[in-house]
């Protein structure tokens, strides 16, 4: 693409924030630690987690970079960023999640494939740019269009940056059509993060951003867009981030039995403790956060101290200070919210959060249920054990 390349090597990556947790340096995937992911409700642009799949791209000059927009056939029109610019700008608060977030605590039970992220895969940024919706609109595809004349369903997002999972090819994603031009789903063709120009980590200078769907659907640094028949058949939407029974291994594994996974499950995770905490006050102040996929508003956050036999409410927000309400006046549907319970604890405990969503789905009780081999969508009940005393160090 003419003003911005993919480096076929890792010399010149962007510089990275020193309290990030590094699970894999090329290409370079890293995660804030656990207390700091819950210090600000919109998450930092340095400590937000980092998920890549080869060398970041380099901008050599922003005014030639242009868009693909394509049909089933030919290109219908090219985009540069003053185009995007001079559609209406929306901003939407939305949480990205990693498809392996808490994949570490997964490998406990079974071993998995993939990078070991603990529970911090996972973000809340302010993105703004143009609605996905506005931008077909450009080329002739009406808002909520379940299909095209010429038999288009889904729109495909193709990167810039190459990978070894497409054999050096590009990054590719799709999503339904009719999602694609729903105004109210809020999908972006992102241009700015908490404020900021899109840095090159999160995808400058162009990313979609798909609101309560698996973080690896949201293409970052934007090649081309395309209307198509069929859902995109990229290895990362056919071989990858589908979700299988425990049953499965690498032996009997038919990848064209299941969907490509998009919604993510409903979320809750311990911010405030590690795994395994010495305590010098009973009392303890049990902090976090929870989410759902598809705008669907987290209802309560259960808190036990008794590994899930007896269990009180924890209190909800978003605003400091105002309480949230699932669907409120003050409720932002695409984001996670914190949680918070006051709590007391005997010699030792094994406080457990799980959380229940608008539609009354619940984390399941225990990861062996859901153990698949790629490690994804570890929803289980989160846990953490703590003990009352003085550390031997």
């Given at each position: ?6 480096p ?52 050599d ?10 049909g ?42 993939g ?21 077909l ?5 009406p ?9 288009g ?6 990167s ?17 059509l ?6 109210e ?17 999160h ?26 028949a ?11 981030y ?28 311990i911010?405030?403790l ?9 009392k ?9 996929g ?12 008794d ?6 409410e ?80």
């Open positions: 693409m003419p003003g911005i390349r993919s076929s090597d890792y010399s010149n990556e962007p510089p990275r924030h020193p309290s990030l947790k590094i699970n894999s340096k090329e290409p370079f995937n890293a995660e804030p630690h656990r207390s700091g992911l819950i210090s600000s409700y919109v998450t930092p642009v340095d400590l937000f987690y980092k998920r890549n799949h080869g060398p970041i791209p380099v901008v000059d922003i005014e030639r970079y242009r868009l693909s927009v394509m089933l056939i030919n290109i219908q029109r090219e985009l540069s960023m003053k185009d995007i610019w001079d559609l209406p700008k929306h901003t939407v608060t939305a949480t990205l999640q990693c498809a392996g977030n808490r994949r570490t605590a997964m490998s406990k039970t079974r071993k998995v494939r990078v070991g992220w603990d529970i911090s895969a996972i973000g809340n940024a302010v993105w703004a740019g143009a609605k996905l919706a506005d931008v609109e450009l080329v002739g595809i808002k909520l269009s379940n299909s095209t004349p010429s038999g369903k889904h729109v495909e997002f193709v810039i940056d190459r990978c070894k999972e497409e054999n050096g090819g590009p990054y590719k994603a799709s999503i339904p009719i999602q694609a031009t729903n105004p789903a809020d999908v972006l063709l992102a241009y700015e993060m908490n404020g900021e120009p899109l840095n090159r980590d995808g400058y200078p162009l990313r979609v951003v798909v609101p309560g769907v698996i973080g690896a659907r949201s293409v970052k640094w934007l090649d081309s867009m395309s209307v198509i069929e859902e995109c058949q990229g290895f990362f939407m056919q071989k990858d589908k979700m299988f029974p425990p049953s499965v291994n690498w032996e009997n594994i038919n990848w064209s039995t299941r969907r490509p996974q998009m919604d993510f499950p409903v979320q809750s995770a911010c405030s590690e795994d395994s905490n010495v305590l010098k006050d009973r303890v102040t049990v902090k976090g956060y929870a989410v759902s598809g705008g669907r508003g987290i209802e309560r956050v259960d808190i036990s101290i590994g899930g036999k007896t269990w009180v924890a209190s909800r927000y978003q605003k400091p200070g105002v309480p949230y309400v699932a669907d409120g006046p003050y409720s932002e549907k695409w984001a996670w919210v914190f949680f918070e319970a006051k709590v007391e604890v005997s010699h030792s405990a094994e406080i457990v959060a799980k959380a229940v969503d608008i539609a009354a789905n619940v984390q399941p009780e225990n990861v062996e249920s859901i153990w698949n081999l790629r490690g994804i969508l570890n929803t289980s009940w989160h846990r953490v054990d703590v003990r009352v005393g003085h550390s031997s160090m």
